[in-house]
């Protein structure tokens, strides 16, 4: 959690993003709580939400002859908040042109050279699905546009909230929502309304339904397209609308994830502009074992290392940010990058799912985009697959199994932090996973084993034709289970295969 008194508030942009005019957040410092509430009193800024989990982060009302900076600027100036920012707006991650729209085949999961694509530049989804193809009762919470579902490629994976009975009029889980049957529309009429109907979370533009289909397109029923994963529990999150939607709306997306069960988060959305206050709600959710997963954005590559897109370049060991790659095994030239911002690369080019146009709902239609919007759930719904088969590990420890897999791509190479793509069928794996790059000097090779048994022996050897073995190195791994070796003996022109055995 990102914590700090009045000196340590972020500078206040000079020029004002997007923002809702009626609203902003704050989160007071513990302990000035009761001149907090009194200084509302005094501003007529009524609290309309408050996300206590989520490191007490404040909605407040623009009060009449007021406006949201000019009332941002006094909350900052009273001493009495760690945060005061305007309620900026986050953005779907698709391509805003006209979609890219094909009959084609899901090379993303199985690439064999159709469309004179690069052979095998997929996830390998056919051999993971030989080890596992469903997330059981794990739940992927959606937060976008809604997700219409109804369609006949999704209904089956949809979450249902086991606590309320459906269409009565009534909140009778006592959660705060109305017949939230699926999840929640925090996007209609601002959302913050307290014991009222929650509006329904069914897509308008279509977009939460496409991401919807990546993820978990339901498997093996003769119909459309297969998701990454063939069976999990999919909620509806919304908070997008034609326009955007907005850094609060997100924030209590969260918290109903977080309240429901939701161990990752997909989060097809990027917006230019820092959020203290999803900065926290997203860290509070790593507290709780929650992954994030966030596009990087579709701005022509751009480095977001140097030019920032959110959420993805928040520095929370919780988010895992996705950059695109096509069937030609290069970055998608929409697709943004960042070295350290950015952690690994899927398929996002000419992705064939569940849809509709906005305008055109369909409980049978089908479409295909392009975007890192529709890499990000690739990633999501491998995530679930991982912790549908390792349940009992920690979230970092899931993070880690699924970017130690990723297959290394020359083109991705400095521009992620693995250098590679979505490798699923390596993520589900039951054992260690070795990579290699060269340096850090010439006539040197580093070995990365990851995915261990935290402080266990091992034994590196290499070969040069898998028959005969030679050993370089025995330690421990860390109490991560990783561990790295410097190979300073390769000669030039020479090719070495190495392999880990654990447990000497």
């Avoid at 989990?53 to 600027?73: F, K, Q, S, W, Y």
């Avoid at 897109?309 to 790659?325: D, E, K, T």
């Avoid at 993520?427 to 995915?451: I, K, M, N, S």
């Amino acid at each position: 959690m990102v914590t700090g008194g009045p000196g340590a508030l972020p500078a206040f942009p000079q020029s004002q993003p997007r923002h809702r005019p009626d609203r902003i957040l704050v989160i007071p410092r513990p302990d000035r709580l009761t001149e907090f509430a009194a200084w509302n009193g005094r501003e007529r800024a009524d609290v309309q939400w408050r996300f206590p989990r989520l490191g007490d982060i404040h909605v407040l009302r623009v009060p009449p002859g007021m406006t949201a900076p000019g009332l941002v600027e006094r909350y900052r100036r009273s001493g009495l908040v760690q945060c005061a920012e305007l309620d900026g707006y986050l953005e779907p991650a698709a391509i805003p042109n006209d979609p890219l729209f094909t009959n084609g085949a899901l090379w993303g999961l199985n690439n064999t050279g159709q469309m004179g694509a690069v052979p095998d530049a997929d996830i390998d989804a056919p051999e993971a699905w030989d080890i596992s193809t469903s997330a059981g009762d794990v739940v992927v919470a959606i937060t976008d546009s809604g997700v219409r579902y109804t369609h006949e490629d999704l209904a089956a994976n949809i979450w249902t909230n086991p606590g309320e009975i459906p269409n009565n009029g009534r909140d009778d889980d006592h959660n705060g929502y109305v017949d939230d049957i699926h999840g929640i529309d925090a996007f209609a009429s601002g959302g913050f309304c307290g014991n009222c109907a929650a509006g329904d979370p069914l897509d308008e533009t279509g977009h939460g339904t496409r991401v919807a289909g990546i993820l978990g397109g339901v498997g093996n029923n003769s119909r459309g397209v297969v998701g990454v994963a063939w069976d999990v529990r999919m909620m509806v999150c919304k908070f997008i609308g034609s326009d955007g939607g907005s850094f609060a709306d997100a924030v209590q997306c969260l918290e109903y994830a977080q309240e429901n069960g939701a161990r990752v988060v997909n989060m097809s959305v990027v917006g230019p502009t820092s959020s203290f206050s999803l900065s926290n709600a997203i860290s509070a959710c790593g507290e709780a074992g929650i992954i994030i997963v966030a596009a990087a954005g579709n701005d022509n590559g751009v480095d977001i290392d140097v030019s920032p897109r959110y959420p993805a370049a928040f520095n929370l060991s919780n988010i895992v940010s996705v950059m695109a790659i096509d069937r030609f095994n290069q970055r998608a030239s929409f697709s943004n990058f960042g070295a350290t911002n950015v952690d690994l690369a899927a398929p996002g080019s000419l992705i064939y799912t569940t849809g509709y146009t906005a305008g055109r709902p369909s409980d049978t239609g089908y479409i295909a985009d392009s975007g890192t919007s529709f890499a990000a759930p690739y990633v999501a719904g491998a995530l679930a697959l991982i912790w549908n088969r390792y349940p009992g590990e920690p979230y970092w420890k899931i993070i880690d199994r699924l970017c130690a897999a990723a297959d290394p791509v020359p083109t991705l190479a400095g521009r992620c932090v693995t250098g590679g793509r979505l490798n699923l069928y390596r993520a589900l794996e039951p054992r260690p996973v070795l990579a290699g790059r060269r340096g850090p000097a010439p006539g040197q090779f580093t070995v990365d084993l990851r995915g261990g048994t935290p402080s266990q022996e091992y034994r590196l050897e290499r070969s040069q034709d898998f028959l005969y073995w030679e050993p370089v190195a025995t330690n421990t791994t860390t109490r991560l289970g990783r561990a790295q070796f410097v190979d300073t003996m390769v000669p030039a022109g020479t090719n070495y295969f190495y392999r880990a055995t654990m447990g000497l």
